[in-house]
């Protein structure tokens, strides 16, 4: 209601700048044009006082962070995907949890990981993202026990096929794999990727499924136990005037 108000009072505004010149008087039209002017500006500032309070007041919760960023870097690379004929499927568990990893660190992650499934495959193949949650149980060991402590974590799952050779057995480590067995470039992206997920409490791993001439990319994440909420920015208004016909343009970000 409030930016329909906003988009009314700017057309308001560049009609009467139209208008100014049509009146017999010249001066009359523009001692009219600045008053309703500075109405239009005074009402503006009011119905911009009034959004601000209401983002400063109205906690958004945080939810379906991992799956947007994946969308997200999936756009991004559509033209590559595209030009190697390269086709993606997702597969999302629903009501998928929060992560404890901050956004732009996890955005990094894949970037970089589907990078490198782009560049290291051959094209005409598929492109496989799979997301898995697990609660813990006592007792187990493996993977589960590296997050035990936080009740729960959740698994990105990256698969394409591979135009290497087959190296080791299925489920080697990343540090495992002979550097001269793959491009430099490529190396390097996926070992900075590896710190990356370290230093943010995560598991990473580096497997070939040898039958399928497939690699899997796992990355594993403890959950977010707390609600995390956030606020929308708040839009600072200049104090000088802003430019005719601004206002049915100003966004509510």
Same mark, same amino acid.
């Given at each position: ?8 009072? /700017? ?28 109405? +239009? ?14 983002? =400063? ?28 004929? $390269?086709?993606?499927?997702? *597969? ?24 490198? =499934? ?8 598929? $492109? ?6 697990? +609660? ?15 009740? /729960? ?17 299925? /489920? ?12 430099? =470039? ?25 039958? *399928? =001439? ?40």
């Amino acid at each position: 209601m409030i930016l329909h108000v906003r988009s009314t009072l /700017g057309s308001i505004r560049n009609f009467t700048e139209l208008s100014r010149e049509k009146f017999g008087d010249k001066e009359f039209g523009e001692s009219f044009f600045r008053l309703i002017t500075k109405d +239009i500006e005074n009402a503006d500032l009011l119905l911009n006082g009034l959004l601000n309070y209401i983002k =400063a007041s109205t906690p958004i919760r945080k939810t379906n962070t991992v799956h947007t960023l994946i969308e997200q870097v999936l756009m991004k690379y559509r033209s590559q995907l595209e030009e190697k004929r $390269i086709k993606t499927f997702k *597969k999302f568990e629903k009501n998928f949890p929060e992560t404890i990893i901050p956004d732009e660190p996890l955005k990094y992650i894949l970037d970089s990981v589907l990078q490198y =499934a782009v560049f290291s495959k051959p094209p005409n193949g598929n $492109i496989e993202f799979l997301t898995k949650f697990f +609660i813990l149980q006592r007792g187990v060991v493996g993977v589960q026990s590296f997050f035990e402590r936080y009740g /729960g974590y959740i698994e990105i799952l990256v698969v394409f096929p591979s135009n290497r050779k087959p190296v080791g057995r299925s /489920g080697i480590p990343l540090e495992g794999i002979p550097s001269t067995q793959k491009d430099e =470039a490529l190396d390097l992206i996926l070992r900075l990727v590896k710190e990356v997920v370290l230093r943010n409490r995560g598991i990473m791993k580096f497997e070939t499924d040898e039958r *399928k =001439a497939k690699v899997i990319i796992p990355l594993g994440f403890p959950v977010e136990r707390r609600k995390v909420v956030f606020y929308e920015p708040i839009s600072i208004k200049h104090p000088t005037n802003p430019p005719l016909g601004s206002i049915p343009n100003v966004p509510f970000l």
